[in-house]
């Protein structure tokens, strides 16, 4: 069996299609959407994903405001940065770019931000009401996954589902999100003994771990949806993911590639979030 193709671009632009529409119809009301990042430091990668976060938001109509500040800051300052957005009625969205240095505590700043503009769906609130199935902002990566499951007619009920990693932006919400959709859902990690053993079993596999090619054809089951979280560089430079591409394609029935999968539907789903803030703010200031 050679996999399907599962193209996150062609995905994600439809969707970002869907959202610009929607974004000139708040435009026309007055209430044109705005997302702002803040951005702590110079990490080189987070400075490429902030600007490519930036050139989305504007692509779809919306505003985009960033703020830049030294590594040095202080955490006060930082929440004093996020109370200001937080009261800006132009902002809908607000995201704090991680890693934080050091000395900042992440889980507080998270925290500072207003829940109906955390976009990120960090905020212990959101995260709280995903898991209970209400309504709240969902963590990126995962509520985009979801949408490739579902645009690519993926039956998601009484499969069983494998996350490989369990981080708190991908991992563990995606399993959340599958259980919803009533799938048995088994979560490995770097603990787990005979990880193939799960693998094997799972008819979707996702694997979240940040370990270049960690998972080959041998460890997929004949006929597996295969999603590859993974953003690595091989021995040559090239981006991959956690997923031998090569090997994987030949047994699964469907497959995300690095780049192009995964990737491209974690700002979509940013601007989805964004988009649906500005709605709620937009009726409920009667526009
Ligand atoms: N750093 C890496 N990925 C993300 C993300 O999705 N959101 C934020 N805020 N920081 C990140």
């Not at 919306?62 to 500040?69: A, G, H």
């Not at 089951?221 to 997923?243: H, P, T, W, Y």
Request: proline letters at 4%.
């Amino acid at each position: 069996m050679t996999g399907t193709i599962i193209d996150g671009i062609a995905i994600g632009k439809e969707i970002r299609e869907e959202i610009k529409e929607r974004v000139t119809v708040l435009k026309d009301k007055g209430c044109q959407p705005g997302l702002a990042v803040i951005l702590v430091g110079d990490n080189q990668a987070s400075r490429t994903y902030v600007k490519n976060k930036q050139k989305s938001t504007l692509e779809v109509g919306m505003k985009s405001e960033l703020i830049e500040l030294p590594a040095t800051i202080t955490e006060e300052e930082l929440l004093g940065y996020v109370t200001k957005l937080n009261n800006d009625d132009s902002i809908n969205g607000i995201l704090v770019q991680l890693p934080l240095p050091e000395h900042i505590d992440e889980n507080l700043v998270i925290r500072a931000i207003d829940p109906t503009k955390d976009v990120d769906g960090f905020h212990p609130e959101n995260v709280g009401k995903m898991i209970i199935g209400q309504q709240a902002y969902l963590s990126c990566t995962p509520y985009g996954i979801i949408k490739l499951l579902e645009r690519t007619g993926t039956e998601i009920s009484g499969k069983h589902a494998v996350i490989v990693g369990r981080s708190n932006i991908v991992g563990k919400p995606m399993g959340q999100l599958l259980l919803q959709r009533d799938a048995t859902v088994t979560y490995c990690h770097s603990k787990t003994k005979d990880l193939a053993s799960f693998t094997k079993q799972a008819d979707i596999l996702i694997v979240a771990i940040g370990k270049t090619k960690f998972i080959t054809g041998d460890d997929i089951k004949e006929g597996a949806v295969v999603i590859d979280v993974g953003m690595n560089r091989d021995e040559n430079g090239k981006l991959c993911g956690d997923v031998d591409f090569t090997s994987a394609k030949e047994v699964a029935s469907a497959i995300t590639p690095v780049p192009g999968g995964v990737g491209p539907m974690t700002i979509t789903m940013l601007l989805k979030n964004t988009l649906q803030s500005a709605e709620q703010a937009c009726t409920r200031e009667n526009c």
